[in-house]
């Protein structure tokens, strides 16, 4: 049975057992939304995790009572040492996932498939080639497009996700539901989201409503809610006799705070609470000064704020002086 005084708590009462580790900062692609258009300044290698502190780290936090670690970038994957890595946490008592642009993934085919790994989410933000071209800055539109056709063939039930931008790909909105009709996918809609470096506006942004409104007009009574999971960050739908699935992720609109479960390391090791919070706790440099990890997590958790990091309304997540222009989507981990 489940030591309850073992799971990260805050004073809100949410039980945190879901880690999400950024392995790198680096990617093979340059989304707008998430890295600024000259790139970041990455630090020296010295300056991340190594493989075995992502595992010795990984493993403080199951000991607290985490249940499920997913991995992030960047791009995780193209981290040299990500197989590795993958083979030694799949061996803890947790579900490992995945989360990534889908470039290499055929590489590691064979080894999702003997971990079980099965959680893996696809960043496609658009099935139009040069609107792919344009937003990722880089052209490898077949390849992540193969790659979903690969792992779908393989048995894999898969989750892509798309940023909807207004002027970008909100004339897609139809065609990503109609990409569910016959592929066991659930293709996740993400309200776009403030981050240093991405030229945020809030009119660019597709609110719930906008996004529910929009459907609603073309399938009408077709469209069926699906019950949602107690911790789950999306609001999930289905098309009446369609095969997948689609959701959406509302963080700016009808954030889902109350029931969130989740924490953030950085591929520097950096402890976030929120994607939101200003604040981070630094665990890699305690971990190589010997020091005592719990208390820093536990005190962490336990002053999380109650709602995106204190900004408890729409308006103040609008003021820019409120948002954490430290970091960019990048370099906190996907």
Not at 201 to 209: A, E, I, T, V, Y
Not at 211 to 237: E, H
């Amino acid at each position: 049975m489940e030591n309850e005084a073992s799971v990260l708590t805050d004073q809100f009462g949410r039980k945190h057992d879901y880690l999400r580790i950024s392995l790198t900062e680096r990617c093979n692609l340059r989304c707008f939304y998430c890295m600024p258009e000259n790139g970041i300044q990455l630090k020296e290698n010295a300056e991340y995790m190594t493989k075995s502190e992502v595992v010795s780290i990984a493993k403080t936090f199951v000991n607290l009572g985490v249940k499920k670690i997913r991995l992030t970038g960047g791009e995780p994957l193209v981290r040299k040492d990500a197989s590795e890595i993958i083979e030694e946490l799949a061996a803890l008592p947790i579900e490992l996932a995945i989360t990534t642009n889908g470039i290499l993934l055929d590489k590691f085919l064979d080894q999702f498939k003997r971990l079980n790994i099965t959680a893996i989410n696809v960043s496609l933000d658009t099935l139009n080639e040069t609107k792919f071209n344009n937003i990722t800055r880089r052209n490898y539109f077949e390849k992540v497009r193969s790659n979903i056709k690969l792992f779908l063939n393989n048995g894999f039930k898969l989750k892509i996700n798309a940023v909807l931008i207004k002027g970008v790909n909100d004339d897609e909105l139809i065609d990503f539901v109609e990409f569910t009709k016959d592929k066991e996918i659930d293709y996740r809609f993400i309200e776009f989201m403030p981050f240093n470096g991405n030229k945020w506006d809030w009119s660019k942004g597709l609110s719930l409503h906008e996004i529910n409104t929009k459907i609603s007009s073309v399938y009408g009574a077709s469209v069926m809610k699906l019950q949602d999971g107690k911790n789950d960050t999306a609001k999930s739908f289905k098309i009446e006799n369609y095969k997948g699935t689609f959701s959406i992720i509302s963080s700016i609109t009808n954030p889902f705070c109350d029931s969130c479960n989740r924490i953030r390391l950085t591929a520097d090791g950096q402890l976030k609470n929120c994607l939101f919070s200003n604040s981070e706790s630094n665990l890699l440099k305690s971990f190589r000064n010997g020091d005592s990890l719990e208390a820093i997590i536990l005190d962490s958790i336990l002053n999380k704020k109650k709602i995106r990091g204190g900004m408890n309304s729409h308006s103040d997540i609008l003021n820019a002086k409120n948002i954490d222009w430290k970091r960019s989507m990048v370099s906190i981990g996907g």
